[in-house]
């Protein structure tokens, strides 16, 4: 360890004479006590001129430096599919056992020479034991390992990714590691052989649903051996064929479609299956058949509009809302006095009232008296010449000024992440063309939101032209600008885009109730396979609207094939909780959380989740060599198979991968920052006053 100096630079003359001066006061202090002998006064003055000198040291914060010299091992990341494709035997591929043998060859504890970090892969990732290698992952993600690679490449030196190659979830991982300033090494394990299959590949279909609709189904069969055979594909429920196809390939190698039209009649969490009659030699029959749920929802979102005025805007709104199919439509176009182009509708029970425009003239219009318990979305068209009844009066969140009309633009005033409305694409709204309205508006209801203000002639103005309001289980829209239809029709698709989706939130937020829920809780996914453990995440906050952390929420799951088992949820902190379930037999689960806190019961929900025996996994068994192959190339590593492995280890020498790297550790010290010191001074200081109390000093 070496001297380098003082922080506090002093001349090195004042630095002795400021020692001199110290220990000429310790001598000082005593010269005058002769009753005490020779000894013990040099003894005292030593004393305290050490303890002022280490001080004086101390304060000028003298500093070391020293440094060594270590040999590190470099560190490689191995990660290991444990997914369920790897447990498949075909060919000279044994499943599990050869991908065990494959382990026990590498031998990763007698390589001296490197450290080794263990992950697995399924879905995501997770630091991970081989021994533990089970095969149960129901997904295979490749980027997830590739991400990771990315991340932590300051920390190791290369990375090692053994699997088949077989991707059924996320991304294409080979141009990200092109990325890598890491080689990825990849062994491949699996077979590559063609077999004579029929597989359910992919089942495509909205999850959820509406009551009283048809909902499409379309799946897809590939097949590899049964050239010029039919197969039957068959819709399933509760056992029941509800409707079959006949499906012809025509090559070994073909995809097909089957498409089904199910009528939605009863709501619910319902569980379906795709099945293809097995053929005569199929290498398996268990990936035949597909699983999916449909959540059905009581209906459509009953949407009324009424035009009072005729406009462009009209018709170009009429039918972005028409293009969404959860949305069932009622239009009145008024004529004057009590006559509408449509005929009156037979109920007046919807979900949302849309009125464009104001009728000019006072009059009766009965069918529109729930909007005041209704939501709604006014548009104005200009003209405020009349109000047809009272209650249209609680349309209005913006008052306009008798003002003139001119072109304006929008100025969007919170960001995508403030308001769902606002989550819409990337436009210059200075360069789209202009809207009409007056120029000088405000609030009616301080409550309401702001969503854009005027912009007139390049000026952005405080005065609203888009407000919303959310008062109790109620919310209300209202747009002050019109012209839409240019932004609906234009040539431009971003614009287009832009004015369709804008138009398509404000309806779909304003029909939609305020969640008001206290306890929010809902499994991870809809569907879990019955080799993965279900996950259930929950949400509680108490009467005040803040996270209740201190709650207890319990949570019976039951089926219909067994007796209700209870859980409490774990409280992962902010008022947020989460329950992880065992591993559940196939079928249809309910649930039942009650949130608790001491006595008081803050509220109770239900859902319901469904277990599958089916997987992904099952679908593809080819190994794709070429995209292993792509992965390693693309970052400089190398390509093996489970059969020429060994030779693994010879590559890594060869690319200096095991090669030990020196580091020199540097290390400053700093005697101000430690103890010692200080406890050196307190001891000379009271070893001074012991000696002074031996000798009757003051």
Do not use: C
């Not at 599990?96 to 043998?101: A, E, F, G, Q, V």
């Not at 569980?271 to 009659?277: K, R």
């Not at 009844?389 to 995508?416: C, S, Y």
């Amino acid at each position: 360890m070496d001297f380098q100096g003082f922080q506090h630079i002093l001349p090195p003359a004042i630095i002795i004479i400021l020692i001199i001066g110290l220990l000429a006061l310790s001598w000082a202090s005593y010269r005058k006590f002769s009753s005490i002998p020779s000894f013990g006064k040099w003894t005292l003055v030593a004393l305290r001129s050490s303890a002022l000198v280490v001080v004086l040291l101390l304060l000028l914060n003298p500093y070391f430096y020293s440094s060594r010299t270590v040999d590190l091992k470099p560190t490689i990341a191995v990660f290991l599919d444990n997914s369920e494709s790897i447990d498949i035997s075909k060919g000279d591929y044994e499943g599990l056992d050869s991908y065990i043998r494959l382990l026990n060859s590498l031998n990763f504890n007698s390589i001296s020479e490197a450290e080794f970090r263990f992950y697995s892969i399924g879905e995501s990732i997770s630091e991970f034991i081989p021994d533990s290698l089970n095969a149960v992952e129901s997904q295979t993600n490749l980027a997830e390992p590739v991400k990771s690679i990315l991340e932590m490449e300051e920390q190791v030196q290369a990375a090692i990714i053994i699997s088949d190659g077989i991707i059924t979830f996320g991304r294409n991982p080979s141009i990200n590691a092109s990325n890598s300033s890491i080689p990825l090494y990849t062994i491949a394990v699996g077979d590559t052989s063609r077999v004579k299959d029929v597989s359910i590949s992919n089942v495509l279909t909205n999850t959820t649903g509406y009551t009283n609709t048809n909902h499409i189904i379309e799946a897809e069969i590939s097949q590899s051996g049964f050239a010029s055979n039919n197969v039957n594909v068959s819709l399933i429920a509760n056992e029941e064929v509800l409707q079959q196809q006949q499906i012809t390939f025509d090559t070994d190698n073909q995809v097909k479609k089957a498409q089904f039209e199910l009528e939605l009649t009863e709501e619910g969490l319902k569980q379906f299956e795709i099945q293809a009659t097995p053929l005569p030699d199929e290498w398996t029959n268990s990936n035949n058949s597909r699983l999916f749920s449909i959540d059905i929802l009581d209906s459509k979102v009953k949407i009324l509009h009424v035009a009072f005025q005729i406009h462009p805007d009209v018709k170009s709104i009429r039918s972005i809302i028409r293009e969404d199919e959860n949305n069932d439509l009622t239009t009145l176009t008024w004529l004057g006095g009590n006559r509408f182009v449509e005929e009156l509708p037979d109920e007046n029970e919807f979900n949302l009232i849309i009125v464009h425009g104001m009728p000019g003239s006072v009059q009766d219009f009965s069918f529109l008296n729930p909007i005041v318990d209704t939501p709604t979305i006014f548009f104005e068209l200009g003209s405020r010449s009349g109000i047809g009844f009272n209650e249209l009066g609680t349309l209005e969140l913006i008052n306009t000024q008798a003002n003139r009309v001119a072109p304006v633009r929008l100025n969007q005033l919170l960001e995508q992440d403030q308001q769902p409305i606002l989550e819409l694409p990337e436009v210059n709204l200075n360069e789209v063309p202009p809207l009409y309205s007056g120029l000088r508006s405000q609030l009616s209801d301080l409550q309401s939101t702001t969503l854009y203000s005027i912009n007139y002639d390049g000026i952005n103005t405080e005065s609203p032209a888009v407000a919303i309001i959310e008062q109790g289980n109620l919310r209300r829209s209202h747009v002050l600008p019109w012209g839409w239809y240019k932004w609906i029709q234009s040539s431009n698709p971003l614009e287009r885009e832009y004015a369709g989706t804008f138009i398509a939130n404000l309806v779909s937020w304003t029909a939609s109730d305020p969640d008001n829920r206290k306890l929010r809780i809902s499994p991870a996914k809809k569907t879990f396979s019955t080799a993965e453990a279900p996950i259930i995440n929950a949400s509680l906050r108490n009467e005040r609207g803040d996270p209740e952390s201190d709650g207890i929420i319990e949570v019976e799951v039951s089926s219909d094939e067994g007796s209700p088992r209870s859980f409490n949820m774990e409280n992962v902190g902010n008022g947020n909780y989460t329950l992880t379930l065992p591993r559940l037999s196939e079928g249809l689960y309910s649930y039942q959380a009650a949130a608790r806190k001491g006595e008081r019961e803050i509220e109770t929900k239900s859902g319901e989740f469904l277990i599958s025996n089916s997987s992904s996994e099952l679908t593809n068994t080819i190994r794709d060599d070429a995209l292993l192959k792509s992965i390693s190339t693309n970052s400089g590593g190398s390509f093996f198979t489970y059969q020429n492995a060994e030779s693994l280890w010879d590559s890594l020498k060869t690319a200096n991968v095991l090669q030990s790297s020196t580091q020199t550790i540097e290390k400053y010290s700093f005697p101000v920052r430690s103890f010692y010191w200080f406890a050196l001074v307190l001891l000379l200081l009271g070893s001074e006053w012991l000696l002074r109390k031996y000798y009757s000093l003051p």
